[in-house]
């Protein structure tokens, strides 16, 4: 979605750290077999809410900026991570927490949620080939290389230099 929304390499890395941490703190959680759990849990849902705003806010705000085809596409893969992704500390809460089911019915569960989830956004992604390329080569011009260009040739700092 980073990549999609154009946004920083900063951001996108915040957003890959905090998504490890977020889960690594549910692995925890559920490995614990004292009421730890519940601070590991709490401790990944801080990063798992701070994934979510940052989502909304400053991701959604680069993909805003790119185009109108971007930011649509932006928003319908938001809708279906924000629907999809709240099923999964519910899930913890009821499986891992307070063990309420079995655990087949929770990885029954987990698969379902990740085939649809995955799934519709792969489907999105893939009906959404405008979006792609406005958001990869919205620079396009400028990455094109000179008319003169040759194999033999060598760009050093943007001036072209040909090889005899």
Do not use: H
């Amino acid at each position: 979605m980073a990549l999609l929304a154009g946004t920083t390499m900063n951001n996108g890395g915040i957003l890959l750290f905090s998504n490890v941490i977020t889960f690594l703190c549910w692995l925890l959680g559920g490995l614990s077999t004292s009421s730890t759990k519940w601070g590991w849990f709490g401790f990944g849902m801080a990063f798992f809410s701070f994934i979510y705003l940052f989502l909304i806010f400053p991701v959604r705000k680069s993909a805003t900026e790119k185009s109108p085809e971007v930011e649509r596409t932006y928003n319908i893969l938001l809708l279906i991570i924000c629907l999809t992704w709240i099923v999964y500390p519910v899930l913890w809460i009821i499986g891992q927490g307070v063990k309420a089911v079995s655990v087949n019915a929770e990885v029954i569960t987990f698969a379902i949620v990740e085939i649809f989830a995955l799934g519709v956004f792969g489907l999105v992604l893939l009906f959404s080939e405008s979006a792609i390329e406005e958001a990869t080569f919205k620079d396009a011009e400028k990455m094109r290389l000179p008319a003169t260009y040759t194999p033999s040739s060598t760009i050093y700092q943007g001036v072209l230099e040909t090889k005899n």
